[in-house]
């Protein structure tokens, strides 16, 4: 297995709304119910501010799966937080994948004056929730039944690490 990160391009987003949309239609991983056309994506993964990155991940030559860094809300006061968001194909996770591209993002957060990343995580996610503790986040939040998803109430936790 050779991981690595590229800045994400057009080429890639069909892949990644491919990525996207499997976890659409199968998982309360998202919140989005209906799936995506790699247009759509671009307004996910493209900030108009070039603090926020997204890369697309390969393994050797193969796409599978990209990361970003998002404003967590858009008003100035929040510019040193950000939301950092992943998504694997399927059948990479768990090898560590998702550790590499937190550091990566952390490491750019850090040249780039980001004070506080924030992970928001359906709560019944373990996996993720996992990931994002094994890498030194902590819970701060737990809204309870915001979402609704495949008819069942679903609710959130925001998974926060300070990075400078």
């Known amino acids: ?7 994400m391009v057009d080429e890639y987003l069909e892949k990644a709304a491919e990525v996207y949309n499997y976890y659409i239609a199968n998982t309360t991983v998202t919140f989005h ?4 056309t790699a247009e759509e994506m671009k307004p996910i993964l493209y ?4 603090l926020y990155v997204c890369f697309a991940i390969f393994d050797d030559d193969a796409f599978c799966g990209y990361a970003y860094m998002a404003p967590y809300k858009k008003r100035q006061a929040y510019r040193i937080s ?3 968001t992943l998504y694997l194909c399927q059948e990479k996770t768990g090898k560590g994948i998702g550790t590499q591209a937190l550091k990566l993002l952390e490491e750019h957060a850090r040249k780039n004056g980001i004070h506080s990343f ?3 995580i359906c709560a019944e996610n373990n ?11 902590e819970k701060c939040a737990h809204f309870k039944e915001v979402g609704m998803k495949f008819d069942r109430m679903l609710d959130i936790v925001v998974m926060q690490k300070i990075i400078d």
Request: glycine share 6%; proline share 6%; charged share 20%.
């Open 127 to 137: 996996q993720s929730i996992g990931l994002f503790n094994k890498n030194g986040y």
């Open 47 to 50: 900030q108009d501010d070039p």
């Open 33 to 36: 119910t209906e799936q995506l």
């Open 1 to 7: 297995m050779s991981i690595r990160f590229v800045p």
């Open 82 to 84: 950000s939301e950092v």
């Open 118 to 120: 924030l992970a928001v």
